[in-house]
């Protein structure tokens, strides 16, 4: 369920199918996704096919003036009776505060949908305190990286598939928290899949072209168990497939996995599901983070922290660096691993 600050996601949307529509809609923030799929459902769900025609109205931010908001909103729908009015990109509506007197007294028969991408309204000015009393207010946020994995079984769930644990890890590694990233890989991968099967880590290798044995997942493990010819062979395939491991995507997944080990070690006494809830992980990988806390000292993890700060100031030029990325990781594996 998404939960942001205003509206809740799942109530708007369930309103939106049963058709309780409201007079106006501000959908905004940093996550397009959220705002994508309620502005879809409002395109879906308000006209049908041959009422869009003459009472749907579709109107870029850049090309927005407020006179002809105001005058659109204020005509009548022609053979309906709702007339639909979309302001995509409203971020760059720059006379957007010429309609907070239309937005105290809408028209009933019009549904005003504002698509603000990419920032939120300033809440200080007018404009910002009276959007929020005056529609259906919701701000999108992107996901932080542990609320990825569950995002990723419930999309699946949705779309009538099942996908393995290992799946789930290694695509939320490869695509990042930019759910339309996530849900069109996704969408690729059960294109050709009958539905109740499940994805597994095969198809993340074909459909993504991710490699399920040569990933930062993977590296992690290894490390994790001290695994050292393993963990090279995966650091001389990023070297070989710098696409498939560029160092800041592998450096960022250490410290993630190295910071849950910390954690991990500093809890030792609770349960795998105690420390599940701590971590935000499947329990199902709770025993990686415990391999690595019998594997590594407190002393040798601090080390490791600071060897990854190191590491990632010179991969971005810090103290003129002229060694090559690929260079650089295998540096960073044979000092956690010495």
């Avoid at 070989?240 to 960022?252: Q, T």
């Avoid at 105690?274 to 990988?285: I, M, Q």
Wanted: charged share 25%.
């Amino acid at each position: 369920m998404a939960k942001e600050k205003g509206a809740d996601f799942d109530q708007i949307m369930a309103s939106i199918k049963s058709k309780a529509f409201a007079p106006v809609y501000f959908f905004c923030g940093e996550e397009e996704f959220y705002i994508d799929q309620l502005v879809d459902a409002l395109e879906a769900n308000v006209l049908s096919e041959s009422e869009k025609a003459f009472n749907q109205t579709i109107i870029y931010g850049k090309d927005a003036t407020a006179q002809n908001v105001i005058e659109t909103c204020r005509r009548l729908p022609m053979m309906s009776d709702k007339q639909l009015v979309i302001i995509k990109e409203a971020q760059s509506f720059k006379e957007i505060d010429g309609i907070i007197n239309y937005l105290k007294s809408p028209v009933k028969s019009t549904i005003l949908v504002m698509a603000n991408k990419h920032g939120l309204p300033d809440k200080r000015k007018s404009f910002g305190k009276e959007i929020q009393k005056q529609s259906v207010y919701f701000e999108s946020t992107p996901l932080r990286d542990y609320q990825l994995p569950p995002w990723i079984k419930n999309y699946v769930k949705s779309k009538g598939y099942k996908i393995d644990e290992n799946a789930v890890e290694l695509l939320a590694e490869y695509t990042g928290t930019e759910l339309s990233t996530v849900s069109n890989e996704i969408d690729k991968l059960i294109i050709n899949k009958p539905k109740g099967s499940s994805i597994n880590t095969s198809d993340i290798e074909a459909g993504v072209g991710v490699s399920k044995e040569y990933n930062s997942f993977e590296l992690n493990t290894a490390l994790g168990n001290k695994d050292i010819t393993k963990a090279h062979k995966i650091v001389n395939y990023f070297v070989a497939n710098p696409k498939n491991g560029p160092i800041p995507l592998v450096l960022g997944t250490l410290q993630g996995f190295f910071s849950k080990v910390w954690v991990c070690y500093h809890n030792r006494q609770k349960s795998d599901m105690e420390l599940a809830g701590l971590l935000r992980v499947n329990p199902y990988f709770v025993k990686d983070y415990k391999t690595a806390c019998v594997k590594y000292s407190v002393q040798k993890m601090e080390h490791i922290f600071y060897v990854l700060e190191e590491y990632d100031l010179r991969s971005k030029g810090v103290g003129n660096n002229s060694i090559k990325e690929g260079e650089l990781l295998k540096e960073v594996i044979i000092k956690i691993l010495e």
